[in-house]
């Protein structure tokens, strides 16, 4: 990460918050939110800008999340660039809408607070929210913090945009962790974004002159070519977020990697998979653990849908174990990171073993020692010693 | 008559014809709309004194009197029988669909 600053103003601002300067750079014409805990600061600093005319668009208080991603929707029919934000309940309320953006080829950009689903009740963070809505055709990115919440709002609108994607993407912030904590965030001038990013100009709206039919059915002799269209849409996405990252960096001073970012993986024996905040933490804990000699390594993968295949393919023969943290479950199975992991293992020649570590559900810490700790079983793996492949983490017994 | 005419739809022929997103052009119609009529009126021209009751309650607006003698859309006419039924003259006869004109 080569992470400099070209312009613009460092403010001290919560993830939210940085979400929402970026929703106001982007421009939308229409944003249409419903407030969720820990989503709610979203929703206010943007209420806070159209009141204070620091920010021109329709501003729409729906009565539901379904409703705010109908409303989005329907802004996005008629060639607005629309925008909304939500979390954990109101994703899962949203679900059905979800499917129907993403089939019908509408760019719309969500943010998404990564909160814990009930039963039982609890508003902290974990991924189960994004995680469960893996096949409604959305991309999905993940962030680490505040900066890269608001950088990947902007490079959203870039790649959702795209003639070649066309896809809406949700960008996720672990609940609290991210969206609740203080940082420095580079706010780019209004300038910089314009040029990085153009007005939308639809490729998909109706207006007065040319009517269409939207959402309309599609038999069974037509349904399933717009599914291989989503599909080859997904695939193209993997160059396109490697170009719009890119292109972003080179406008703004700050690369992330693309779909992954590698840190100390070049001769690592062992190497950890993190999506989100804890990242922030692992990096730490490599850290001190090469400091002490010890080859370890770390991917944060950034983008879970479209999933970077080929890279964890690549990965296999470079390591001899291989953790993955997941702050989701599957029950009955693994944590759905792990899963998909070691399915683009399978098809590499050589795999290494995997240990899925199952941790910080509803908002429980991952501590540096738990990280740690990780790291210790993965060696005693790779030293032949036996290890559980799935590990639930800070579990109280 | 204002009401669209039958186009025949292109459907696409490789993907990159298929629309993004399931949507099309509106306002055209494909195929009639009134194939599931049971019964047609059938006006016959010699008894009909052109009082226009028929124009005036036919609840699709199917009738045209712009051309002299009325004529009845039937790819709209969705075989109601209120024109026969009110016609003075009962120049108006409803037919069951598939059976000759008498």
């Given amino acids: 990460m080569n992470n400099k600053s070209k312009s613009g103003h460092l403010d001290f601002l919560n993830g939210d918050e940085a979400v929402a300067y970026a929703a106001r750079l982007c421009r939308p014409h229409v944003i249409a939110v419903y407030p969720i805990t ?13 009141a204070n005319n620091e920010m021109t668009c329709e501003y729409i208080h ?3 999340e379904h409703s705010a991603m109908c409303a989005a929707m329907g802004a996005s029919l008629v060639g607005a660039r629309a925008f909304t934000a939500t979390s954990s309940q109101g994703l899962a309320y949203m679900h059905e809408m979800l499917h129907y953006v993403s ?51 902007i490079q959203a609108y870039a790649l959702a945009e795209d003639d070649r994607v066309y896809t809406p993407v949700m960008v996720n912030l672990d609940g609290f962790v991210n969206t609740h904590t203080f940082e420095l965030v580079d706010i780019p001038t209004q300038e910089e974004v314009d040029a990085f990013l153009p007005p939308f100009k639809s490729k998909n709206a109706v207006d007065f002159h040319h009517p269409r039919s939207f959402c309309m059915t599609a038999s ?43 840190i100390q993986c070049e001769d690592a024996e062992v190497v950890l998979v993190g999506m989100g905040s804890v990242v922030g933490t692992s990096r730490i804990v490599v850290d001190r653990l090469r400091e002490k000699g010890l080859k370890v390594g770390l991917v944060k993968l950034r983008f879970y849908r479209p999933f970077p295949r080929e ?62 700790g990780m790291y210790d079983r993965l060696f005693n793996f790779t030293q032949g010693k036996d290890e559980k492949e799935l590990q639930f983490i800070g579990l109280r017994w | ?45 010699s008894k009909c004194s052109k009082c226009l009751l028929c124009w005036v309650l036919c609840p699709e607006g199917v009738i045209d009197k712009s051309k002299g003698e009325l004529e009845i859309d039937m790819n709209y006419c969705k075989g109601c029988g209120l024109c026969a039924h009110e016609c003075p003259k009962e120049a ?11």
């Fill in chain 1, 311 to 372: 890279y964890f393919k690549g990965l296999s023969g470079r390591v001899k174990a291989m953790g993955v943290i997941d702050r989701d479950i599957s029950f009955g199975y693994e944590g759905a990171v792990a899963s998909d992991i070691k399915s683009a293992l399978a098809s590499a020649g050589v795999v290494p073993k995997v240990i899925n570590f199952i941790a910080g559900i509803a908002g429980r810490d991952i501590t540096k020692e738990h990280i740690e």
């Fill in chain 1, 38 to 50: 820990p989503q709610t600061i979203v929703v206010e600093k943007i209420s806070e800008f159209v």
């Fill in chain 1, 103 to 153: 089939g019908s080829r509408f760019p719309i950009v969500m943010m998404n607070a990564n909160r814990t689903l009930a039963a039982p009740w609890n508003i902290f963070g974990d991924q189960r929210d994004s995680l469960s809505q893996r096949d409604t055709g959305w991309i999905q990115a993940y962030v680490e913090n505040g900066q890269e919440a608001l950088d990947m709002i």
């Fill in chain 2, 92 to 102: 108006i006869q409803m037919v069951r669909e598939g059976q000759d004109e008498q």
């Fill in chain 2, 1 to 45: 008559m204002a009401k669209p005419k039958i186009v025949k739809f292109q459907f696409p022929e490789c993907l990159e014809e298929m629309p993004l997103g399931p949507s099309a052009v509106a306002g055209i119609l494909t195929e009639p709309n009134s194939g599931w009529r049971v019964q047609r009126p059938v006006l016959d021209h």
């Fill in chain 1, 220 to 262: 069974t002799e037509w349904n399933m070519e717009f599914r291989y269209q989503q599909q080859e849409a997904m695939d193209r996405a993997r160059g396109v977020i490697a170009e719009v990252d890119k292109r972003f960096g080179d406008h703004f001073g700050r690369y992330y990697g693309g779909m992954v970012e590698e």
């Fill in chain 1, 62 to 64: 729906v009565e539901s």
